[in-house]
């Protein structure tokens, strides 16, 4: 049977992965900078070894036997210094280049949707980057675009909380996000696939406004909701990007220019939206 390592193991769509490989009785390797975070996981197929993937002197003979590769290495908001090109790309380059040393035969990278579109965007400069290494290293790889997560919506609960929904245009955008353990299945079937890119989404599809009434249904609130021009979308992105670094704008810079396209994948899963959302509001 293949052994598998996996990178990013602690992160939300990495624990779920991880479920899934154990759920398989998958050989697998999770690749952690601190173990303690995943003591819950226990099961005679795991084994966790401490790396800092930023660093690739730490990953030196980590790879032993692996002949899976899975990264979800990856920041949305960047935190202890590092910078999207810090881990998005580099960290990534030093897992592969580890890789391809310990003669690994397929890699398996987790993007996000159209991230070949939006490349001027500093976290897909970052991830589009890394995908480049990887398609001429020689491994066998796949590439997963995912549409977002469920947990990507919280933008809209936490608005929705304070009875006011701010979209922009007219809220008609679309889009299908998928639920972190619905992507790890499609994640470990596409160990066994011959594919080179999936974009994956949920089964439903909906518009911004659906979601953000979703939201407010959810916390029980009216429907307010108010819509904004694109030129102050627009304005927001450009003053961050004079008067901020690229660590502060990169989150918003990422969330306001997606949110103006339709970001529409393949359906899969069993989860829904509607049902997370109302599961959300009671943790609260």
């Known amino acids: 049977m293949k052994k598998i390592a996996l990178a990013g193991a602690t992160g939300y769509l990495g624990k ?28 005679p197929f795991l084994q966790i070894k401490e790396a800092q993937v930023t660093q690739a002197t730490s990953l030196v003979g980590k790879l032993e036997d692996v002949d899976i590769v899975i990264s979800t290495v990856g920041i949305t908001r960047q935190k202890d210094g590092l910078t999207y090109m810090d881990v998005d790309y580099q960290a990534n380059l ?3 280049r ?36 990887l398609k001429k290293s020689g ?9 977002g997560f469920f947990s990507d919506m919280q933008d809209f609960l936490e608005m929705a909380k304070k009875g006011r929904i701010y979209l922009f245009g007219k809220g008609d955008r679309k889009l299908n996000p998928i639920h972190g353990e ?30 953000a009434e979703l939201a407010l249904n959810a916390h029980n609130k ?19 990007r004079w008067f901020t ?16 396209d339709d ?14 959302c109302e599961a959300s509001v009671k943790e609260i």
């Open 245 to 260: 670094s690229s660590k502060t704008y990169g989150p918003i810079e990422f969330f306001l220019t997606t949110m103006a």
């Open 263 to 276: 970001q529409i994948a393949a359906q899969y899963g069993k989860h829904r939206l509607k049902d997370f």
């Open 16 to 43: 779920y992965i991880l479920k899934e490989l154990i759920k398989r009785e998958m050989p697998s390797i999770a690749l952690v900078r601190n173990p303690q975070k995943l003591e819950a996981f226990s099961s």
């Open 139 to 147: 491994l066998d790889y796949l590439v997963l675009r995912p549409n």
């Open 182 to 211: 619905d992507l790890a299945e499609v994640v470990v079937d596409a160990i066994f696939s011959d594919q080179k890119e999936i974009t994956i989404g949920d089964p439903d599809i909906f518009t911004h406004t659906q979601i």
């Open 94 to 96: 030093n897992l592969l």
């Open 98 to 133: 580890e890789a391809q040393k310990a003669k690994v035969k397929k890699f398996i990278y987790i993007s996000a949707i159209n991230g070949d579109q939006y490349r001027h965007l500093k976290i897909f400069e970052a991830k589009e980057g890394f995908v480049d290494e």
């Open 222 to 240: 009216p429907k307010k909701i108010t819509y904004l021009p694109h030129w102050i979308r627009k304005s927001i992105i450009t003053l961050m």
